[in-house]
């Protein structure tokens, strides 16, 4: 399969602070790339210098083959982005704003009007058509500012948070969307910190920590790879040891690994097992195998790091 949206090598610094360090990422057609960091990780940096919006220190990107830094113009008339900032014309009509993105991205005649109607039946948004921007409220907003985007099914699609502040409603047209766009071949890049419309999107995964991608992979590699189902037994006092079963004590804490379909049954057990010791028990936490525990393993490691730094800098 050819590759549609290559990253190679892309640096960041904003004064001494390098933002990105060598960042190389591939989305092949098709696929939805979901890029997860912390706030400040970088993510709208990269994406924003991929769209052109922002230009690298170093590196290389391409869009549909095309050099964005030789020829920005061209590689701009196969992507689509939708801003984390909405970027949308308050006067003018919800038909307007479609129809004026559809031109500037080359459509002409009666074939703009036509997908005009269609990403607004997409989006929900037909009953606005005729109505100015301004009186739309916020979701509906993020859902004409993401139609924006999309109206001339670029080969590559950016989209920065796309779903912040939106209503159920106006969330599921967003993900309705981007779906049927990847089905019909764009490459997506979304970034979000809600982990759940990853999984809706089944998208596959890169998690950008300090300037790098530590990890990426598909959800269920990630998952397998980085998080782990468990029951947790917390105490008022030294956690007792169990005969049965493979718990682990760790001070006031009782950890058992198991299968997630397996959860309730290991309770259930060690329950049995701890008899009238049950008593002192003061948690108990099903911690199920998901994305976002994986993500938490990844990029724990760091909080972990500052810690110790911390520790070299205050007084004894
Ligand atoms: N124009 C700028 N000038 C200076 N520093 C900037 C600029 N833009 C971003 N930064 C800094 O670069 C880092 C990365 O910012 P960026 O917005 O790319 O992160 P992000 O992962 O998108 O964060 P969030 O999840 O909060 O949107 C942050 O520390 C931010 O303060």
């Known amino acids: 399969m050819t590759t549609v949206l290559e990253i ?19 989305v092949q057609p098709g696929q939805i790339l979901g890029l997860l960091g912390a706030n400040g990780a970088g993510k709208t940096t990269l ?7 922002r230009t690298a220190d170093a590196g ?47 459509m002409k005649g009666p074939a703009v009007r036509q997908r005009v109607e269609q990403v607004a039946e997409l989006l929900g948004l037909t009953e606005k058509l005729k109505k ?11 859902r004409l500012h993401t139609g924006m985007a999309i109206l001339h099914r ?20 967003i993900l309705a969307v981007v779906r049927e766009l990847a089905q019909q071949g764009s490459a997506v890049v979304y970034t979000t910190h809600y982990m759940t419309e990853l999984e809706q999107l089944d998208a596959d995964i890169a998690v950008l920590q300090r300037g790098r991608i530590v990890a990426s ?7 397998a790879r980085h998080s782990s189902s468990k029951v947790v037994l917390k105490f008022d006092r030294s956690a007792p040891h169990l005969a049965d079963g493979d718990w682990t004590v760790d001070g006031n804490t009782l950890v058992s690994h198991a299968a997630a379909t397996d959860l309730g049954p290991s309770l259930v057990g060690a329950l049995t097992s701890l008899g009238p010791a049950a008593a002192d028990l003061t948690g108990v936490e099903l911690r199920r195998a998901s994305l976002e525990n994986a993500f938490v393993a990844i990029t724990g490691d760091t909080i972990e790091a500052h810690g110790e730094e911390l520790k070299d800098v205050v007084p004894a």
């Open 8 to 26: 190679e090598g892309v640096s960041k610094k904003y004064g001494d602070h390098e933002v990105l360090i060598g960042v190389d990422l591939v």
């Open 47 to 53: 994406v924003s210098i991929a769209a052109g919006l």
């Open 60 to 106: 290389r990107v391409r869009i549909a083959g095309v050099d964005a830094v030789s020829n920005p113009r061209e590689a701009q008339s196969h992507m689509g982005i939708a801003p984390q900032e909405l970027g949308i014309y308050p006067t003018l009509t919800v038909a307007d704003n479609l129809g004026l993105f559809a031109r500037l991205a080359g």
């Open 132 to 142: 100015q921007a301004v009186t739309l409220s916020g979701g509906q907003k993020r």
């Open 154 to 173: 670029p080969d590559v699609l950016f989209l920065d948070e796309p779903t912040v502040g939106a209503d159920v409603q106006s969330r599921a047209g």
């Open 217 to 223: 992979g598909t959800i269920d590699e990630l998952v």
